[in-house]
């Protein structure tokens, strides 16, 4: 990478970081630092921990398609204003429902797919997947520090001050949007950003359904997961700002079995492997639903969920991408977002209303019979080879576009070719046996 895209990608990366923090922070101790409310319940505990899903799963294909009329950065500084008001309403509620209302807004801020094309703008082509894999990293790790951080934060300064300091994060991030990413040229986004016309064929595909399902779901959990578990944690008389010592070694051992899992399957997505994390998690819940379980049971318990989700979290978006027709991920990733958001919201109001009206016992089975369900749904899953994706540029009319796929089509490593005769743009699925000089060639001898 030149100077200009490591400095574009640090700076996105640190707006994602900066953002992700206070959305996660909450997580793991709403459940306790909302006792103070005066209108308290399991069901708004959920509504405030998952809140922001419905938003983000609402906003998510319209605020990147206005990026692409709008332009990026406009959209992304309106998206953390939107996220910062929120932020400050939740540190300023007074009840659960004024918290409730600011989660909403920061969900409202959905700026991801945005985040993502204005990465893909200030890049080039060949270093483009380094900048989208440096921001990637940057995500997982921004979760693994809010875990940590949120318990220590409330205890010193309660969930004020958690989202307080989100909303002084969100404005942090503004002039790095604006004067230290560099402005870029608007590419054709259709391997970036969702495509309106594209929702209905890629909603209903036969494959790529059962992996937005699938993200539903695990997002599902682990919201699920964290509207009981500090709770169950107070059961081991742990206070609050100890809860990090619980989360660091178990997220510490859950990546190490992500990592062997990773080396077991050798580049590869088995299918088996997929069914493998799914057993774990559903075996955390079966586990955390035992009445009088110990706190060893607990901590094991957390670190099968996490292994499982860890090794989900990383393969899922390969795979959509695998899967999703050329010059159609931006759309696939779309969908795929959307379903992975309101299965954040799904999860905390599944688990306050259920336990609600039942026990937090009652809540981690059905998380435990929910990955029943699961299980069938990947268990339809064909498994695919892993592919890259490529787009150029040529000049081409609409007569010629069918001539010119058939060309490209025959080039070595083409596995898929999508035209677009208005913008002159070629995607491509590729395999590791992609001529790339050959497919330029071609290109370049239609003009």
Not at 23 to 42: E, G, Q, R, T
Request: aromatic share 10%; net charge positive.
């Amino acid at each position: 990478m030149n100077a200009l895209e490591l400095r574009a990608s640090l700076a996105l990366a640190s707006v994602y970081v900066l953002r992700m923090l206070g959305l996660f922070m909450v997580m793991p101790v709403l459940a306790v630092a909302a006792m103070d409310y005066s209108d308290y319940s399991p069901l708004m505990v959920g509504l405030a921990v998952g809140g922001y899903g419905l938003t983000q799963a609402a906003l998510q294909i319209p605020m990147g398609m206005m990026s692409d009329k709008w332009g990026r950065k406009p959209v992304i500084l309106f998206g953390l204003a939107v996220f910062a008001f929120g932020s400050f309403i939740a540190a300023n509620a007074d009840t659960m429902a004024w918290l409730i209302v600011g989660r909403i807004l920061q969900g409202a801020g959905a700026i991801a797919g945005a985040i993502m094309a204005l990465a893909t703008d200030v890049s080039r082509e060949s270093q483009r997947a380094k900048v989208l894999a440096i921001i990637g990293i940057a995500i997982g790790f921004s979760f693994y520090m809010a875990v940590l951080l949120g318990p220590l934060i409330a205890n010193n300064w309660g969930l004020a001050g958690i989202f307080a300091i989100t909303g002084v994060l969100a404005i942090l991030c503004m002039p790095l949007v604006q004067w230290v990413v560099p402005n870029g040229e608007i590419l054709s986004s259709g391997d970036t950003l969702p495509q309106k016309g594209q929702l209905k064929r890629l909603i209903f595909s036969s494959q790529l359904w059962r992996l937005n399902v699938s993200v539903l779901i695990l997002h599902m959990l682990i919201t699920l997961l964290f509207v009981q578990l500090p709770l169950t944690l107070l059961h081991f008389d742990m206070a609050l700002d100890t809860h990090w010592t619980v989360y660091l070694p178990v997220l510490g051992i859950s990546v190490v079995g992500l990592v062997i899992m990773m080396g077991m399957a050798r580049g590869r997505t088995p299918k088996s492997y997929l069914l493998f994390a799914v057993v774990l998690m559903g075996s955390a819940f079966a586990a955390l639903a035992m009445k009088d379980h110990s706190w060893w049971v607990t901590t094991a318990a957390v670190v099968l969920f996490f292994t499982g989700f860890n090794y989900l979290e990383a393969n899922f978006p390969s795979l959509v991408s695998s899967i999703a027709p050329a010059g159609q991920k931006g759309t696939a990733m779309g969908i795929y977002a959307s379903f992975q958001f309101f299965g954040a919201f799904l999860g905390g109001m599944l688990s306050g209303f259920v336990t609600d009206i039942w026990s937090p016992d009652i809540a981690y089975m059905v998380g435990a019979v929910s990955t029943l369900l699961w299980l069938y749904v990947i268990f339809g899953l064909k498994e695919v080879s892993r592919v890259k994706r490529v787009m150029m540029n040529g000049t081409f009319t609409a007569q010629q576009q069918h001539a010119l796929e058939k060309n490209i089509s025959v080039v070595p490593g083409v596995l898929e070719v999508t035209l677009n005769s208005q913008n002159g743009t070629v995607y491509l699925k590729v395999n590791r046996d992609f001529d790339a000089t050959q497919a330029r060639a071609v290109i370049d001898g239609s003009q």
